[in-house]
């Protein structure tokens, strides 16, 4: 169970790091709204994933999942560059969580 609380937590980063870029173009009450209760959740799942996984794991794969996530959102909802590169150190990133979930 607690890596399905660490994807969520993971999941609601991404979605708090979106409303950020909303709230930057758009400046409204949803986006600022849906950014701290994305943040919020992403924590209180980043807290419960940590009271069986070790902090250091639990957090490299929080962030690589925010950070991974939150620039492919990017590249779908906001046009931003898709080029090779991104897409492989991406991959890089995810992998890298996926090793960690291996040896962990």
Known sequence: MSWMYL?????????????????????NW???????VGFGL??????LAMEKLPMGTAYAIWT???ASGGAILGMVLYGEPKDWKRLLFIT??????????IVS
């Open 7 to 27: 994807i969520l937590a993971g999941i609601f980063e991404m979605i708090g790091v979106t409303m950020i870029n909303s709230l930057h173009k758009n400046g």
């Open 30 to 36: 949803k986006s600022l709204f849906f950014m701290l």
């Open 42 to 47: 992403s924590f209180v799942f980043l807290a």
């Open 64 to 66: 690589g999942i925010g």
């Open 92 to 101: 890089l990133v995810l992998g890298s969580a996926i090793g960690l979930k």
